[in-house]
């Protein structure tokens, strides 16, 4: 909905849509992404802050100087760099830190002078509060990080330890108050201590109690554990953090799969290669919540009475810079002021309001035009409820590589409405997967949807190399075209290339190939996309201005030249040498153009070329004729002519005489053989 002309601050469309185009839209029958199930996220950072998650790695990169930070430091860097992201990309998402350990104390703003925040939690500093990040927290946080004598000063390890018990009871308030009615409330936990209260069982069990309050609010605890390869330490979340931290969501029942597996330790040594910050970085990205879902609750009838409950998500969608809201800057004033707009329809005679109530809707058919209301057309679009129906099953291998033409949908199971859904939709998964089967759907996707018919094709689990789940096991809704949207592909005559040829380039695109073969989309972020993002992250915390976007997709000339450029050379000489063969074989030779350009033509005699002449002129002079035109029009080709052919033609018949553009000549033709009798 980036290209609406006006949105109101809620997000909703105008009273009258968008004027004569909105009928096409409609037609298109394009998802609103409106319409979608918004998912809000708030986002509660715990760091530890104690000596050890201070002190920096004895081995580390002079080329990485990210790989010198300690545990703490590349946590609130790696916070920072989320809050970047997210306050374009999630703009209504909330996001907070608290760092516990601390000497400091403070729960709200004016702690620090009274010392009441020690009284409530003592060593908990609230150092962001849950809110959507602002420009000013953004900054602060950079302070934080990029600032040693700001950190030194606030990040300084307490001698006593600090209560779990109360972190965990701090986090609950702070959810409490701050994000009551969100969908998705998790508590990210950043530590390298496994084992907390070593000599108290009592406060071991007090945390367990005040983790178990926080999963009955809704709260998910993800660890995020911290290991010291070089200290000779391997984080153990058995010793504690198992009677912590609950495997299941109990708050975000549209995730495609409960996110199960724990977070792999992340090493604080650049040993591996992998820095601290970018392990961090990574681990939070495998935790990100689903934003959208298109359907919830939809049936899904595998058979005559047998239903289950689904929900759709889209996993992949392009996206595009968004407008939030207009704005624009009195005459009085260099404050900008939001606009807030509104649109009328007018009478074209009249000038007169017209209300909504007295449109009709209207299409052309046979020269007339016929109109319709709303609840007629409500009626014609009406193929029932949504609902997802299986009609057959057929093998994988009998769907097309071509047959795609929108994007397709990711289902998983609901047990809200019908209870075992589940396990009904595990069971005709793994069949699909084991049989290399796919079912044929009829697919409506929401009311007054126009009906697809739609594959339903199984997707098997992906891991990444650290075993985190990159696509959860499910099925995929991919429409499939009716006989009504394939086009005829174009007639072409290519020439095969010989099999030396072929040869040849496969040992280039085998010397080119992606790493392990595989093309992975998040090592290529959108360059565009990317650079209107900086650009407006330096506005707004005012920061240089970059020279230049920093694209990934550019190839690389130097490694390509260095691992391909000989073989491109040779087959370069081949294709010379083929080519000349072609040419003997074929009879043909290359002919310069006016522009220098090469043609390529077939030989013939000299003796023709006076006749081939003499023949044009004539043709020529013979003008377009009645057949040929009839031909034209027959076959919609009748634009395919020049003016002066048209010109020339409607003279012949006393017509179009005031008629100059090409638009209005092809009318003036068609008219005349539609208004004839012995046209079909």
Same mark, same amino acid.
């Given at each position: 909905?980036?290209?609406?002309?006006?949105?109101?601050?809620?997000?909703?469309?105008?009273?009258?849509?968008?004027?004569?185009?909105?009928?096409?839209?409609?037609?298109?029958?394009?998802?609103?992404?409106?319409?979608?199930?918004?998912?809000?996220?708030?986002?509660?950072?715990?760091?530890?802050?104690?000596?050890?998650?201070?002190?920096?790695?004895?081995?580390?990169?002079?080329?990485?100087?990210?790989?010198?930070?300690?545990?703490?430091?590349?946590?609130?860097?790696?916070?920072?760099?989320?809050?970047?992201?997210?306050?374009?990309?999630?703009?209504?998402?909330?996001?907070?830190?608290?760092?516990?350990?601390?000497?400091?104390?403070?729960?709200?703003?004016?702690?620090?002078?009274?010392?009441?925040?020690?009284?409530? *939690?003592?060593?908990?500093?609230?150092?962001? =509060?849950?809110?959507? !990040?602002?420009? &000013? %927290? $953004? +900054?602060?946080?950079?302070?934080?990080?990029?600032?040693?004598?700001?950190?030194?000063?606030?990040?300084?390890?307490?001698?006593?330890?600090?209560?779990?018990?109360?972190?965990?009871?701090?986090?609950?308030?702070?959810?409490?108050?701050?994000?009551?009615?969100?969908?998705?409330?998790?508590?990210?936990?950043?530590?390298?201590?496994?084992?907390?209260?070593?000599?108290?069982?009592?406060?071991?069990?007090?945390?367990?109690?005040?983790?178990?309050?926080?999963?009955?609010?809704?709260?998910?605890?993800?660890?995020?554990?911290?290991?010291?390869?070089?200290?000779?330490?391997?984080?153990?979340?058995?010793?504690?953090?198992?009677?912590?931290? *609950?495997?299941?969501?109990?708050?975000?029942? =549209?995730?495609?799969? !409960?996110?199960? &597996? %724990? $977070? +792999?330790?992340?090493?604080?040594?650049?040993?591996?290669?992998?820095?601290?910050?970018?392990?961090?970085?990574?681990?939070?990205?495998?935790?990100?919540?689903?934003?959208?879902?298109?359907?919830?609750?939809?049936?899904?009838?595998?058979?005559?009475?047998?239903?289950?409950?689904?929900?759709?998500?889209?996993?992949?969608?392009?996206?595009?810079?968004?407008?939030?809201?207009?704005?624009?800057?009195?005459?009085?004033?260099?404050?900008?002021?939001?606009?807030?707009?509104?649109?009328?329809?007018?009478?074209?005679?009249?000038?007169?309001?017209?209300?909504?109530?007295?449109?009709?809707?209207?299409?052309?058919?046979?020269?007339?035009?016929?109109?319709?209301?709303?609840?007629?057309?409500?009626?014609?679009?009406?193929?029932?409820?949504?609902?997802?129906?299986?009609?057959?099953?057929?093998?994988?291998?009998?769907?097309?590589?071509?047959?795609?033409?929108?994007?397709?949908?990711?289902?998983?199971?609901?047990?809200?409405?019908?209870?075992?859904?589940?396990?009904?939709?595990?069971?005709?998964?793994?069949?699909?997967?084991?049989?290399?089967?796919?079912?044929?759907?009829?697919?409506?996707?929401?009311?007054?949807?126009?009906?697809?018919?739609?594959?339903?094709?199984?997707?098997?689990?992906?891991?990444?190399?650290?075993?985190?789940?990159?696509?959860?096991?499910?099925?995929?809704?991919?429409?499939?075209?009716?006989?009504?949207?394939?086009?005829?592909?174009?007639?072409?005559?290519?020439?095969?290339?010989?099999?030396?040829?072929?040869?040849?380039?496969?040992?280039?695109?085998?010397?080119?190939?992606?790493?392990?073969?595989?093309?992975?989309?998040?090592?290529?972020?959108?360059?565009?996309?990317?650079?209107?993002?900086?650009?407006?992250?330096?506005?707004?915390?005012?920061?240089?201005?970059?020279?230049?976007?920093?694209?990934?997709?550019?190839?690389?000339?130097?490694?390509?030249?260095?691992?391909?450029?000989?073989?491109?050379?040779?087959?370069?000489?081949?294709?010379?040498?083929?080519?000349?063969?072609?040419?003997?074989?074929?009879?043909?030779?290359?002919?310069?153009?006016?522009?220098?350009?090469?043609?390529?033509?077939?030989?013939?005699?000299?003796?023709?070329?006076?006749?081939?002449?003499?023949?044009?002129?004539?043709?020529?002079?013979?003008?377009?004729?009645?057949?040929?035109?009839?031909?034209?029009?027959?076959?919609?080709?009748?634009?395919?002519?020049?003016?002066?052919?048209?010109?020339?033609?409607?003279?012949?018949?006393?017509?179009?005489?005031?008629?100059?553009?090409?638009?209005?000549?092809?009318?003036?033709?068609?008219?005349?053989?539609?208004?004839?009798?012995?046209?079909?």
């Amino acid at each position: 909905m980036t290209d609406l002309p006006y949105r109101d601050k809620m997000g909703e469309p105008s009273k009258y849509g968008r004027g004569p185009a909105q009928d096409e839209e409609e037609e298109e029958e394009e998802v609103d992404e409106a319409g979608y199930k918004a998912m809000k996220d708030a986002v509660l950072f715990a760091i530890d802050v104690s000596d050890s998650m201070l002190q920096t790695p004895t081995e580390s990169d002079p080329k990485k100087p990210d790989t010198a930070l300690s545990p703490t430091v590349a946590a609130l860097k790696c916070v920072y760099a989320l809050m970047q992201q997210r306050m374009i990309s999630n703009p209504n998402d909330m996001m907070g830190i608290l760092l516990f350990g601390t000497d400091k104390s403070k729960f709200q703003d004016g702690d620090e002078g009274t010392g009441k925040g020690g009284l409530q *939690y003592p060593h908990c500093y609230l150092l962001t =509060d849950l809110d959507v !990040p602002t420009a &000013a %927290d $953004v +900054k602060q946080l950079r302070t934080l990080v990029e600032d040693a004598e700001e950190a030194a000063d606030l990040l300084q390890a307490s001698k006593e330890e600090v209560s779990m018990a109360n972190v965990l009871f701090c986090a609950n308030q702070i959810f409490t108050t701050k994000a009551p009615n969100f969908s998705s409330r998790r508590l990210f936990l950043v530590t390298d201590n496994d084992f907390p209260h070593a000599s108290s069982r009592d406060a071991r069990n007090s945390a367990a109690v005040r983790a178990k309050d926080l999963y009955d609010l809704g709260v998910t605890i993800e660890l995020f554990p911290i290991s010291h390869p070089d200290r000779g330490y391997t984080f153990d979340r058995s010793r504690f953090y198992n009677d912590i931290v *609950y495997s299941s969501t109990p708050s975000d029942p =549209d995730a495609p799969a !409960p996110l199960t &597996a %724990d $977070v +792999k330790a992340a090493s604080s040594t650049a040993r591996d290669g992998i820095s601290l910050l970018q392990s961090l970085l990574s681990s939070i990205a495998s935790r990100s919540a689903p934003r959208r879902a298109l359907f919830s609750n939809m049936p899904f009838e595998i058979a005559p009475g047998l239903k289950i409950s689904i929900k759709g998500f889209i996993i992949l969608k392009r996206q595009e810079p968004k407008r939030t809201s207009y704005v624009y800057l009195p005459p009085d004033s260099d404050k900008a002021q939001l606009a807030v707009g509104s649109s009328t329809l007018l009478a074209d005679d009249t000038a007169r309001t017209v209300e909504k109530v007295e449109i009709r809707r209207a299409y052309k058919f046979g020269g007339e035009t016929i109109s319709f209301s709303d609840e007629e057309i409500a009626n014609i679009r009406n193929f029932g409820e949504p609902v997802l129906r299986i009609i057959g099953f057929k093998p994988l291998s009998m769907l097309p590589l071509w047959a795609t033409y929108t994007k397709s949908t990711f289902i998983y199971p609901s047990e809200e409405e019908f209870i075992g859904s589940t396990r009904v939709f595990s069971a005709l998964h793994q069949k699909l997967l084991k049989d290399k089967k796919m079912g044929v759907a009829w697919y409506i996707p929401r009311r007054n949807a126009v009906p697809k018919l739609a594959a339903i094709i199984p997707g098997s689990e992906h891991n990444n190399e650290e075993g985190e789940q990159t696509m959860p096991p499910g099925l995929w809704v991919k429409p499939i075209p009716f006989a009504d949207d394939i086009r005829d592909a174009p007639d072409t005559h290519p020439v095969r290339a010989p099999d030396t040829l072929v040869d040849a380039m496969r040992v280039i695109v085998q010397q080119l190939q992606l790493p392990k073969g595989v093309y992975d989309p998040h090592k290529y972020p959108n360059p565009s996309l990317q650079w209107f993002y900086r650009i407006l992250q330096a506005l707004a915390l005012e920061e240089d201005l970059p020279e230049q976007p920093e694209d990934k997709t550019l190839p690389r000339w130097k490694q390509i030249h260095k691992r391909a450029g000989q073989y491109v050379i040779e087959w370069g000489g081949i294709l010379d040498e083929q080519f000349r063969m072609w040419q003997k074989d074929n009879d043909r030779h290359v002919k310069p153009t006016a522009n220098g350009a090469a043609k390529r033509t077939k030989a013939e005699p000299a003796s023709s070329a006076n006749a081939k002449k003499i023949k044009q002129e004539n043709s020529e002079d013979e003008g377009v004729t009645d057949e040929d035109m009839k031909t034209a029009y027959e076959k919609d080709a009748v634009s395919k002519y020049k003016v002066a052919d048209l010109k020339s033609w409607l003279q012949g018949k006393a017509l179009g005489k005031a008629l100059t553009k090409k638009a209005d000549l092809v009318n003036a033709v068609t008219a005349w053989f539609e208004t004839r009798m012995d046209v079909d």
